[in-house]
């Protein structure tokens, strides 16, 4: 739950106990045991008996309130069933560390679900809270930090959590041939960690840098006792489509992954971590299949319609809008349902490859973004469900509000256009550079479902003479050639981060790279100066406004044309057999993925909307709006 990945979700929500198995390891069918308690290991070297030094010791955790817990799922929530639901595209890989891992369901399917980080943060507050370790520890001049092991914690095939987990943890990913640049450059920053005990680690700064710390909490911890036998290489090869034990709630069994078609997780009888008050109201389903329909919301619509999908997250809005009011959400039996939440916008666009013509032209850029008529996309195509974006930090104290807002100007595109040498069009109605002949005429590569958001912007480029082509490819295909560079614009989505992170994706020494998030190949030598004071600045206040700064040059290069908000109120469709905490979904999450975390199946709904099928009956129907975030 950032690597970019790991911070856009760890931090933006709560990733604190993750992953694990249950009566085999769920890589393989060979039973197991679970290591004893350590009993020998003394309070003061990270045994049991910890809580009763911890503080004499310098170290600190979390200290939960009443009013925290509710946070950490509802007490009528009930355990059981097999929660289905319906995804676009299978994961190019099922490892959640190494080349091509940073998709979606990698993070809030496997990552979130199978594995677990040393601590995480709390989903209101933010505040560091517990996860594979209890306590933790921030020497005076910031530089060292450490952490203790939860003793109870377990991997899936019943093996400790020790320190030597951290390390080894540490060291696949500074391994280079995982294809992981900027992750090596995160974690480049810190030390290789020590070992103080069996439970403790020490971890040290390589400079001042206020991050270092939710980096390395963040990361996601696999088993020592696999990796000690991998190289980065052999990791790549060898669990690509399988998985290593696991620390958390389920396990992927290997027999439930069908490639290209479906992952079923199955609920650990034996987690370590049922008990803890933070989470034994959360992780209520038995089992949770994803079955994926590629690249076809229509057809997932229908599934969900026919009840082969319980729930479903509807974003296009020419089907939320037109196509939502049937049979069972007349009867009440499907529930309709727009979310609120405070999670940061983020926003989806055309990404330039800048290292490439005809956008390696600053003019270009510019030209293409005063045709991209937003608003009428919105308002025409997209029901007004949108807003505007003119930063990757639209809406929060994060943007620079003297952003160039590129509002729809055809005479500054043609202008532009003509003093890039583009001044004379062809027989086909096409701008020819008036030096190299070259005409204005290039690809980008889509997917289906995106095709009604793309056309009409080709449609408008044509009208000024430059000719966009669509080649349509799926998914995975798009994603690779995303990472290999092997594009020349692309239409792509960034996140919200509730913890900006420019240098993974601005980093200038990143640009030439491949599989790292700098897709666009954004390079400025005043961007490279200010990502060091943002890393060593304490002061929230002053990291704003280097932000700010570094979104200004950003906007000023032009590496994308902004379009529009990624993330509007989360619309949800459900069958109405669930149960659910009265805040949804989470304050900073508001996904569609906290349903598989929060919700569970409630027995006496499930046998209303039985009877109510049965016999034709109607329902209640819910209010269409919520809004518990709204105003928090």
């Known amino acids: 739950m950032n690597t970019l990945k790991i911070y856009l979700s760890i931090f933006t929500i709560f990733l604190f106990l993750s992953c694990g198995g249950s009566k085999d390891s769920g890589q393989s069918n060979i039973k197991y045991e679970i290591t004893p308690k350590d009993t020998l290991t003394k309070p003061e070297d990270g045994g049991y008996g910890f809580e009763d030094v911890a503080e004499s010791m310098g170290f600190d955790t979390y200290n939960f309130t009443e009013n925290d817990y509710k946070y950490f799922g509802d007490p ?22 190494g080349q ?7 993070y809030y399917i496997i990552m979130d679900l199978c594995y677990g980080s040393l601590i995480g943060t709390h989903p ?17 001049d910031k530089m060292e930090f450490y952490f203790r092991i939860n003793p109870d914690a377990r991997w899936s095939d019943g093996q400790e959590v020790t320190a030597e987990d951290i390390v080894a943890s540490y060291d696949i990913r500074m391994d280079e041939t995982i294809l992981m640049p900027s992750t090596q450059g995160t974690f480049g920053k810190i030390h290789r960690p020590e070992i103080v005990s069996k439970y403790i680690v020490k971890v040290r700064s390589k400079n001042l840098n206020w991050r270092n710390m939710l980096y390395f909490g963040g990361m996601v911890i696999l088993p020592e006792h696999y990796l000690k036998d991998l190289d980065g290489t052999a990791y790549l090869e060898e669990y690509n489509f399988k998985l290593l034990p696991g620390t958390g709630p389920y396990i992927i069994k290997d027999e439930d ?34 079955s994926v329909v590629k690249d076809n919301p ?29 049979e069972a959400t007349r009867n009440g039996w499907v529930q309709k349902k727009r979310i609120y939440s405070k999670k940061p916008a983020g926003t989806w666009g055309y990404a330039f490859n800048m290292r490439k013509w005809p956008f390696d032209d600053k003019r270009l850029r510019y030209a293409f973004s005063y045709l991209y008529d937003r608003e009428r996309f919105n308002r025409e195509i997209l029901y007004n469900e949108y807003t505007l974006q003119n930063s990757l930090y639209t809406g929060s104290q994060y943007e620079n509000p003297s952003n160039n807002k590129f509002e729809f100007n055809p005479e500054k595109a043609v202008s532009l256009l003509k003093e890039a040498g583009y001044v004379n069009r062809n027989e086909d109605g096409y701008l020819v550079h008036e030096n190299t002949g070259k005409v204005l005429s290039f690809t980008i590569e889509v997917l289906k479902p995106s095709e009604y958001r793309i056309t009409p912007m080709q449609q408008i480029l044509k009208e000024y003479g430059i000719d966009m082509q669509i080649k349509f490819v799926d998914s995975t295909t798009r994603w690779k050639n995303l990472m290999d560079r092997n594009f020349t614009i692309d239409f792509q989505a960034w996140g919200g981060l509730v913890y900006p992170n420019p240098e993974t994706s601005f980093k ?48 000023d290069i032009h590496p994308a044309a902004w379009g529009l908000s990624r993330e509007p109120p989360s619309r949800l469709l459900f069958w109405d057999k669930f149960g659910y905490p009265d805040y949804m979904l989470t304050k900073y999450g508001g996904r569609f993925y906290d349903i598989l975390v929060h919700w569970w199946f409630d027995p006496d709904k499930e046998e209303a909307l039985s009877k109510a099928q049965a016999n034709n009956e109607k329902l209640p129907i819910g209010e269409l709006e919520h809004g518990f975030w709204k105003d928090k």
């Open 76 to 97: 009528r929530a009930k355990k059981g069933g097999n929660l289905k639901f319906t995804g676009s595209r299978f994961p190019a890989t099922m490892r959640v560390l």
């Open 100 to 106: 091509h891992y940073n998709y979606t369901e990698n």
């Open 124 to 140: 209101v507050s933010l505040e560091y809270i517990p996860g594979l370790a209890s306590h933790w520890k921030l020497s005076d």
């Open 257 to 290: 992954i069908i490639n290209q078609e479906s992952i079923s997780l199955t609920r650990r009888k034996d987690w370590w971590g049922s008990d803890s008050r933070t989470s034994k109201y959360l992780y209520n389903f038995d089992k949770i299949t994803l």
């Open 298 to 326: 229509t057809l997932q619509f229908e599934k969900l319609k026919k009840g082969e999908a319980d729930a479903m997250e509807i974003r296009k809005p020419a089907i939320w809008v037109d196509e939502t009011d049937f």
């Open 508 to 555: 200038s020494t990143l640009a030439d790279k491949k599989n790292n998030n700098n897709t666009t190949g954004v390079k400025s030598d005043r961007i490279d100066e200010l990502l060091p004071l943002y890393d060593t600045e304490f002061d929230h206040g002053k990291r704003v406004q280097i932000i700010q700064e570094i979104d200004g040059i950003v906007s």
